[in-house]
C-alpha cells in the first residue's frame, strides 16, 4: 500500500454529496470504464451499466493520479469488474475487454445510429439486428424514419461537431431577443454542461423564466414561431406543460429524467462564426428550450445542470437518505406530507442537509 493510500478514505458515498470538478486526474480509467458503461447500456443492462458509470464518477471525485488498485482502499461504489478494468488500465495502459468493445461491429454500430437525433438504443438495436451497419444503409433501405430523425440525419456531421461555448452564448443572445419581444423582463439562462463549465457540449440548454408567475405561459410557442419565421429553426418539436401541482408528487423511481415542463427540442441554424463555418455559412445546432414559472425555477436549474449522473444521486440521496421525492418541478417531503418551496438552488441543497455542491462541481 502506498503512501497515497487510501486515496479514496474520506470519499462520501452518493455523487451529490462531493465535488467533481471537470478536470480530473484519471481520464484514461474513467474513459474505459464509461465505454463499458456505454456497451452495456447499448445491451440494455442498465444494472451494469450503472455500477460501471459509478466507478468511473467515484474515479472522477479522487484528488489525484491513481497509481495502484490498493490506493483505492475500500472504496464504495466500486465493485469487483471495474476494479479488474482499473487494474488492466494502471499496468498495461489498456484494457484488453474495453479495447474488444471499441472495435466490436455491435458497438460500433450502435454508437453511429445513436448519434442520430431521436434514435434511441431500442431504435438502434433494432435496426441491428435487421443488419442495417451504415447511415447509407438507412436511406437504401428506406428505413423507416420520424421527422425528428430524418432531421438527424440530414443534420448529422453538424449535430455532432461540439458546440462551441462562444456558438451557445450566440444561440442564448438569439432566444433572450426573441423573449425580449414577447416578454419584457423574461430570463433566459444557459443550463446544462455549459454551466458547469464545459467549453463544448453536444447541444445548448436554455431555461426561460419571468419574475411574476403565470407571465411565462405561452412564451415558447411565441418565440419559436417568431424564430422560425426568421429562418433560423431547421427543426423543432414542442410538448405542454402538463405538470399539475395538486396531482401530489411523482412516485420516487417513476420517471426519472424527463419532466413535464413546456418545453421545445429543435436545431438552430447558426451563421457561421470564424473560420469553422465561414466556408457554408452556417451550421445545425441541436438546441433545448424549456419555459419554467418562475416558483419551479430552481428545481429546473438545478434539474437541468446535470451531469446525468450528478442528477440520478440527487434523487436517489433524497429518496434513501431524506423520504423525499426531488424533480425538477419541486421538492417534496414524505415524512411531513408537504412540498419544501425553495427560492435559489443552495436553498435546495439545505432541504437537503447537503452542502452546496457549485455547478462547476457537479461534472459527475
Ligand atoms: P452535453 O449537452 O453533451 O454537453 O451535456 P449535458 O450535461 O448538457 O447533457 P444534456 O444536454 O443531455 O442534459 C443536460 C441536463 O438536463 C442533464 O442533467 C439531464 O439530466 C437533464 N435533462 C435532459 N433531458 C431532460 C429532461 O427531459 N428532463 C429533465 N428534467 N432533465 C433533462
Ligand atoms: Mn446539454
Ligand atoms: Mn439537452
Given at each position: 500500500v502506498s503512501a497515497l493510500a487510501p486515496l479514496g478514505q474520506q470519499m462520501a458515498p452518493y455523487a451529490c454529496q462531493r465535488r467533481t470538478p471537470l478536470l480530473h486526474s484519471n481520464q484514461p480509467l474513467t474513459e474505459a470504464l464509461e465505454t463499458l458503461a456505454e456497451d452495456a447500456g447499448f445491451s440494455g443492462s442498465e444494472g451494469r451499466s450503472l455500477a460501471f458509470t459509478r466507478a468511473a464518477s467515484v474515479l472522477k471525485a479522487l484528488p489525484g493520479r491513481l497509481s495502484?488498485?490498493?490506493?483505492?482502499?475500500?472504496?464504495?461504489?466500486?465493485g469487483e469488474h471495474s476494479r479488474r478494468v482499473i487494474q488492466d488500465v494502471l499496468e498495461d495502459g489498456v484494457s484488453v475487454e474495453v479495447e474488444r468493445v471499441k472495435l466490436s461491429e455491435r458497438y460500433r454500430t450502435m454508437k453511429l445510429f445513436t448519434k442520430i437525433f431521436g434514435v434511441g438504443v431500442r431504435t438502434a438495436s433494432r435496426w441491428y439486428q435487421e443488419g442495417l451497419r451504415t447511415l447509407v444503409d438507412l436511406q437504401e433501405r428506406n428505413t423507416k424514419l420520424t421527422r425528428q430523425q430524418q432531421a438527424g440525419l440530414r443534420h448529422y456531421e453538424d449535430l455532432n461537431t461540439p458546440v462551441e461555448r462562444g456558438e451557445a452564448e450566440s444561440i442564448g443572445r438569439m432566444v433572450q431577443e426573441a423573449v425580449q419581444r414577447f416578454l419584457p423582463g423574461a430570463s433566459v439562462t444557459l443550463a446544462g454542461g455549459f454551466r458547469r463549465g464545459k467549453p463544448h457540449g453536444h447541444d445548448v440548454d436554455l431555461l426561460l423564466t419571468h419574475p411574476e408567475a403565470g407571465r411565462e405561459a405561452g412564451l415558447l410557442s411565441r418565440v419559436v414561431s417568431w424564430l422560425d419565421s426568421q429562418g433560423l429553426i431547421l427543426y423543432q418539436h414542442s410538448q405542454e406543460n402538463s405538470f399539475a401541482l395538486h396531482e401530489g408528487p411523482e412516485p420516487p423511481?417513476?420517471?426519472?429524467?424527463?419532466?413535464?415542463?413546456?418545453r421545445c427540442f429543435s436545431i438552430f441554424r447558426l451563421e457561421a462564426q470564424g473560420r469553422l463555418g465561414a466556408a457554408r455559412g452556417w451550421k445545425a445546432v441541436r438546441v433545448d428550450l424549456v419555459v419554467a414559472p418562475v416558483g419551479q425555477f430552481p428545481f429546473a436549474l438545478l434539474g437541468w445542470t446535470g451531469s446525468r449522473h450528478f442528477e440520478r444521486e440527487l434523487r436517489r440521496f433524497a429518496g434513501h437518505e431524506r423520504k423525499m421525492v426531488l424533480n425538477s418541478h419541486t421538492l417534496y417531503d414524505t415524512r411531513l406530507n408537504l412540498f419544501l418551496p425553495a427560492a435559489s438552488e443552495e436553498e435546495i441543497f439545505q432541504h437537503l442537509g447537503l452542502e452546496y455542491v457549485p455547478p462547476t462541481q457537479r461534472n459527475a
Open positions: 495502484a488498485l490498493e490506493e483505492l482502499g475500500p472504496l464504495p461504489g466500486i423511481g417513476g420517471r426519472d429524467v424527463l419532466d413535464r415542463f413546456e
